[in-house]
C-alpha cells in the first residue's frame, strides 16, 4: 500500500528518473478523477493500471474513493494488489472539484469510448476545467469508457479535439486526435437522436 503526499510529487522535472516521473504522473492522474468525480461512494475510473506484472500490462483500471472530510483519496487497482492513500491534494492544481456546486446535469448523455480514445482525452493539453472534470470522471465499463456530460459540454470537448488537433505537429499523435474527434463526434450525434 502507498501512502502517498501529493506536495512531494509537484514539479517533479522532466529529467527526474523515470519511476519518479511515472509515480508523478500516476498519483496526479488519481488525483484528477478521484476530484472530478462524486465523493463518498468507491468508483472505477477509466485510468489504467500502470503495473506490468511478468511484463505484461495489467489489464486493470483504477477504483478511487474519494472523502471531503478529512480530505483523503483511496485508490486500488480492479485487477492486482496495487493500491495506495493519497494526502496532500486538496487545492492543488490537479483538484477539479468544484469550487460551487453545479445546478444538476440534467440532460446528460453517457457516450462511450475506447480506453486508447479516453487516453487521447487525458492528455489533451488545452481543456478547461469543466472539460477537463468530464474526461477524468468518465467510468470503465464492461462496453468501455463511459464519458457522462450534458450537450454543452461534449460539443465544448470536441471543440477542444478538433483545436488541438489543427494545431498538433506531431503526425503520429495528430491521427490520435482525429480519430478521436471522429468517434466523439459519432458517439454524440448518436446519444442526441436516442
Ligand atoms: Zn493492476
Known sequence: MYVSDLRHFFDVPD?????ARRMAEHLTSVVR?????DAGAKWVSALR???????????????????????SIEWACTCCSDEG????????????????????????????I???VSD???RLV????????????AKASEEGVVLTGDDDELD?????????????????RQKRLDAAFAVLSDAFAQAQRL
Open 49 to 71: 493500471c500502470r503495473r506490468r506484472p511478468g511484463h505484461r500490462a495489467c489489464p486493470g483500471h483504477i477504483a478511487v474513493r474519494r472523502t471531503d472530510v478529512p480530505a
Open 120 to 122: 487521447t482525452l487525458r
Open 126 to 137: 488545452l481543456l478547461d476545467t469543466a472539460c477537463e472534470r468530464l474526461v477524468f470522471r
Open 114 to 116: 475506447s480506453p486508447e
Open 156 to 172: 465544448e470537448l470536441i471543440g477542444y479535439v478538433a483545436a488541438e488537433a489543427n494545431h498538433e505537429e506531431d503526425r503520429r
Open 15 to 19: 529529467d527526474a528518473p523515470g519511476p
Open 85 to 112: 492513500v493519497i494526502s496532500g491534494w486538496e487545492g492543488s492544481p490537479f483538484d477539479l472539484r468544484q469550487r460551487r456546486p453545479e445546478a444538476g446535469r440534467a440532460g446528460g448523455h453517457g457516450v462511450v
Open 33 to 37: 478523477a478521484a476530484s472530478a468525480g
